[in-house]
């Protein structure tokens, strides 16, 4: 099983910001199945990002995702008070599905 | 639009069988570019793929659930369910429903979720 490690877990930062996330994973990830995920408190996680770095219908380009092999990024250009939330990034490179841990960003 | 919505029990009782069914709305459950999925998330944690299906009835499962878990597709009802056995308190969660693009396995539609509290 591959284990996806997120850094930080914790990341404090002001409205207009950049974010910047990692996910590491335990082996090598195929790029095409990489995602990231926005969950909100009380709400569903969001998709954000597919395959790396593609955005997902209705997600805003302040959003960005690289990345290969074993390090993955999320980018967040200018921090909207809406994007505090947990960030999660997922693996379907080799099953079974796995999820990171999730950092969590909140406001400074 | 398509939609998820999870229904069942929000209480099981230790050791007994854990059901949800996820309702898909707005589309049809037997289109051949998804996957329907369950996912979990224990409170205050982080999420956990449970397994998926097809709608012709392939399943996978998670191997640390395979022992204790089915997940079975009714195309007629446009529907699919989850059933899990031998709960604990472990098992107690927000479970989501979900739907995954066959080509990049990304969950791109979830339920709100239910959550499962296994308590006698």
């Known amino acids: 099983e591959i284990v996806l490690t997120q850094s930080p877990g914790t990341v404090s930062l002001s409205p207009g910001e950049r974010a910047t996330l990692s996910c590491r994973a335990s082996q090598s990830v195929n790029s095409s199945y990489l995602g990231w995920y926005q969950q909100r408190p009380g709400q569903a996680p969001r998709l954000l990002i597919y395959?790396?770095?593609s955005r997902a219908t209705g997600i805003p380009d302040r959003f960005s995702g690289s990345g290969s092999g074993t390090d993955f990024t999320l980018t967040i250009s200018r921090l909207e008070p809406d994007d505090f939330a947990v960030y999660y990034c997922?693996?379907?490179?080799?099953?079974?599905?796995?999820f990171g841990q999730g950092t969590k960003l909140e406001i400074k | 639009q398509l939609q998820l919505q999870e229904s069942g029990p929000g209480l099981v009782k230790p050791s007994e069988t854990l059901s949800l069914t996820c309702t898909v709305s707005g589309g049809s459950i037997s289109s051949s570019s998804y996957y329907w999925d369950w996912i979990r998330q224990p409170p205050g944690k982080g999420l956990e793929w449970i397994g998926s299906t097809y709608y012709s009835g392939t399943t996978y499962y998670t191997p640390s659930l395979k022992r204790r878990v089915s997940i079975s597709v009714n195309t007629s009802k446009n529907q699919y369910s989850l059933k899990l056995n031998s709960v604990t308190a472990a098992d107690t969660a927000v479970y989501y429903c979900a739907r995954h693009f066959l080509q990049t396995y990304a969950f791109d539609i979830w339920g709100q979720g239910a959550m499962v509290t296994v308590s006698s």
């Open positions: 997922q693996q379907y490179g080799s099953s079974p599905n796995t």
């Open positions: 395959g790396a770095s």
